[in-house]
């Protein structure tokens, strides 16, 4: 058991270090598709490798005009396969030009509204460009099957919305690798690309926190040199906004992430960079004060 000193001293976190989550925030990629937007906040810290590939792939443009490729009702939904390309003979699909594969980096379990890399079976460093959003909580299969399948990010906000829309959508068997491709407006006659699920933009925000479904997760400097992933939930908004830490979200980071929280402990005070609140607006310079070191609850005193 940890005993907790009431005073504002670094141990009010130090003794979480080996709690253990997949909470933190890093980059997030919002993707504008025709069913609507949604967002994926990436996990930079915990899988560099898979994030960076992932990266590599939407700065490449090769998910701008890509599709949904693969639909499996209550299970996932998976794009980065294809995309659609103009051609003498007018639009068509063309697979994405890929990357080498990458090595696996299985950490975080398949949970429902996880995304994850695609990969050929039997060989778990496999993965390329083809990813995949867990309808549901698919960690008894997918995280034992081929070294595990690396989740390196998850749907924040209300794009579960758009996900589930998708993965409700009828399904078409156009050959090969797209044998289940979710279509839009068909009645079982000839399908053209204005059918299919496409992704028109990816944009890519760098936030130091995230505020999504009442919890606000990012990476913060308690001051010995170490960092944290840690997930404060909103606990009350009148007459002020008070945040309470998560216990079981601590998770002691491998190292510290450039964009990242600072607590204070001197004054209690904890200072957060940037959050994104939803798809298109960033706060900055949220501070908060710790106003109870037992349950740990922070006041939100100002943001800009």
């Given at each position: 058991?940890?005993?907790?000193?009431?005073?504002?001293?670094?141990?009010?976190?130090?003794?979480?270090?080996?709690?253990?989550?997949?909470?933190?925030?890093?980059?997030?990629?919002?993707?504008?598709?025709?069913?609507?937007?949604?967002?994926?906040?990436?996990?930079?810290?915990?899988?560099?490798?898979?994030?960076?590939?992932?990266?590599?792939?939407?700065?490449?443009?090769?998910?701008?005009?890509?599709?949904?490729?693969?639909?499996?009702?209550?299970?996932?939904?998976?794009?980065?396969?294809?995309?659609?390309i103009d051609s003498v003979d007018g639009k068509k699909?063309?697979?994405?030009?890929?990357?080498?594969?990458?090595?696996?980096?299985?950490?975080?379990?398949?949970?429902?509204?996880?995304?994850?890399?695609?990969?050929?079976?039997?060989?778990?460093?496999?993965?390329?460009?083809?990813?995949?959003?867990?309808?549901?909580?698919?960690?008894?299969?997918?995280?034992?099957?081929?070294?595990?399948?690396?989740?390196?990010?998850?749907?924040?906000?209300?794009?579960?919305?758009?996900?589930?829309?998708?993965?409700?959508?009828?399904?078409?068997?156009?050959?090969?690798?797209?044998?289940?491709?979710?279509?839009?407006?068909?009645?079982?006659?000839?399908?053209?690309?204005?059918?299919?699920?496409?992704?028109?933009?990816v944009e890519v925000t760098d936030a130091t926190g995230?505020?999504?479904?009442?919890?606000?997760?990012?990476?913060?400097?308690?001051?010995?040199?170490?960092?944290?992933?840690?997930?404060?939930?909103?606990?009350?908004?009148?007459?002020?906004?008070?945040?309470?830490?998560?216990?079981?979200?601590?998770?002691?980071?491998?190292?510290?992430?450039?964009?990242?929280?600072?607590?204070?402990?001197?004054?209690?005070?904890?200072?957060?960079?940037?959050?994104?609140?939803?798809?298109?607006?960033?706060?900055?310079?949220?501070?908060?004060?710790?106003?109870?070191?037992?349950?740990?609850?922070?006041?939100?005193?100002?943001?800009?």
């Open positions: 058991m940890c005993l907790i000193p009431t005073s504002y001293k670094t141990t009010l976190f130090a003794c979480l270090f080996f709690l253990a989550n997949n909470t933190q925030a890093n980059s997030i990629a919002c993707f504008n598709t025709n069913m609507g937007q949604f967002c994926i906040e990436l996990f930079e810290t915990q899988t560099p490798l898979t994030t960076a590939n992932f990266l590599n792939y939407i700065n490449s443009d090769a998910y701008t005009n890509g599709i949904f490729h693969r639909s499996v009702r209550d299970f996932v939904v998976q794009g980065g396969g294809f995309k659609i699909l063309s697979p994405v030009n890929t990357f080498t594969p990458i090595t696996n980096e299985f950490k975080i379990s398949n949970t429902r509204g996880t995304v994850a890399m695609a990969k050929l079976s039997g060989n778990p460093n496999s993965a390329t460009s083809q990813w995949f959003v867990n309808l549901a909580d698919n960690s008894l299969n997918l995280d034992n099957q081929n070294g595990g399948f690396t989740v390196f990010g998850r749907v924040i906000f209300d794009g579960m919305e758009v996900i589930d829309a998708i993965g409700k959508l009828p399904i078409a068997n156009l050959g090969g690798s797209l044998a289940a491709t979710p279509t839009i407006g068909t009645s079982g006659s000839s399908i053209s690309t204005d059918n299919l699920v496409q992704i028109t933009q995230v505020f999504s479904e009442s919890a606000l997760t990012f990476a913060v400097d308690i001051g010995t040199g170490e960092a944290l992933a840690v997930k404060l939930l909103l606990i009350g908004d009148k007459p002020a906004y008070v945040f309470e830490l998560d216990p079981a979200s601590v998770t002691s980071l491998p190292s510290n992430p450039v964009n990242i929280a600072t607590f204070s402990s001197e004054n209690g005070q904890l200072h957060i960079p940037s959050v994104m609140i939803n798809a298109s607006t960033v706060v900055k310079n949220v501070k908060m004060q710790l106003n109870d070191a037992n349950s740990f609850q922070f006041t939100l005193l100002s943001y800009e």
